[in-house]
């Protein structure tokens, strides 16, 4: 496989050359690569069968490489034969899961490891903190995803969910009430402070998270797309359709008016995308492996020579400690 990099500027294209532009940060952040571990861990420890609870991450290269391995994907904990099999583990994905769905594994006796990603176990921490308050928690987060059902269940007779300005103000709320907010992880943060605008004009004492909830990997990563977008002809985006901060990066371009595509890797690359176009941007969202990015910049090359360089906005050095169960010693 070719070096990424071809040259440190790659500012001049030659006579039809194409310039490729990486983000960096880019790809998976700390909290995918604990989750991925965390299985990979299960799988060689435990004799009996491995469940994990909804997609371990939104990638459908990650999903098929642990199915290949022995991973049992479930929607939902009563897939799991009752009783379980001797030695049955059940993981927990990195989006994490609601109280209730804790209680029912509890109640099973099932053994779970648990892999949600420590910045979302913050998010539900505040959750509980502000609904105890007695707060009207107002939750900010893609209705359906796996996420937000995490942290809706974790006060929901508190908790009411908004995507947009215009759920803000069809907010069934009164004026005086006590209402803080909360974010899902993996927003665009642009989108999102408009919302959180909205809330303040309607509940000026609106209560905040004492720190951003929108977290780092998706922040860098939206820095990284801001810093190349506005000289890209196209933007590539290598994540799965469900993975919200991928699309969330998708989104950054679109408002700028530069096409961006989503793919999970090179085989989706359609060339009329490609067609006219000087300066391709490439990224990958948190749940991406890294490795698919060197393979769509190789199919890249199929459409003619490339001249790649990098931007980089941030250096990410977070790691999270695994679950204690698959802890070494
Ligand atoms: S995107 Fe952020 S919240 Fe989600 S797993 Fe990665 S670090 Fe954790």
Redo the contacts with the bound molecule.
């Keep these: 496989m070719a070096s990424l990099i071809a040259g440190p500027g790659g500012e001049a294209v030659a006579g039809g050359e194409k310039k490729v532009l990486l983000a960096s940060p880019r790809a998976f952040?700390?909290?995918?690569e604990r989750?991925i571990q965390t299985v990979e861990r299960v799988l060689e420890c435990t004799a009996g069968p491995v469940y994990v609870r909804k997609q371990i991450v939104h990638n459908t290269v990650v999903v098929a490489d642990l199915q290949a391995r022995g991973a049992i994907f479930i929607d939902e904990l009563d897939e799991i034969p009752d009783p379980a099999p001797p030695g049955t583990v059940v993981v927990f994905s990195?989006h994490g899961v609601s109280p209730k769905v804790r209680a029912a594994a509890d109640q099973r006796g099932l053994q779970v490891v648990d892999a949600t990603?420590p910045?979302?176990a913050k998010v539900h921490a505040e959750a509980a903190r502000f609904a105890a308050r007695g707060d009207t928690v107002v939750l900010i987060g893609h209705r359906g995803h796996e996420e937000s059902e995490g942290t809706l269940g974790v006060a929901p007779q508190s908790t009411v969910l908004v995507q947009t300005t215009t759920d803000v103000a069809t907010l069934n709320i009164p004026a005086d009430a006590q209402v803080s907010y909360l974010t899902q992880?993996?927003l665009a943060v642009d989108e999102t402070t408009t919302v959180i605008d909205a809330l303040r004009r309607r509940f000026p004492q609106l209560g905040e998270p004492p720190s951003d909830d929108i977290?780092?990997?998706?922040t860098n990563r939206q820095r990284a797309v801001r810093s190349i977008v506005d000289e890209c002809d196209v933007l590539l985006v290598i994540g799965s359709q469900n993975s919200s901060?991928s699309q969330s990066l998708v989104g950054i371009a679109q408002r700028r008016d530069t096409p961006a595509y989503l793919i999970d890797g090179p085989d989706d690359i359609n060339p009329d995308w490609l067609t006219g176009a000087t300066t391709i941007g490439v990224t990958a969202g948190?749940s991406a492996p890294p490795g698919m990015v060197a393979l769509v910049v190789d199919a890249l090359r199929a459409h003619g020579p490339l001249i790649v360089s990098e931007r980089s906005v941030a250096t990410e050095t977070a790691r999270f400690i695994l679950p204690q169960q698959v802890r070494t010693p």
Excluded at 215 to 218: E, S
């Design positions: 952040c700390a909290g995918v989750a990195a990603c910045l979302v992880t993996t977290c780092y990997a998706t901060n948190a």
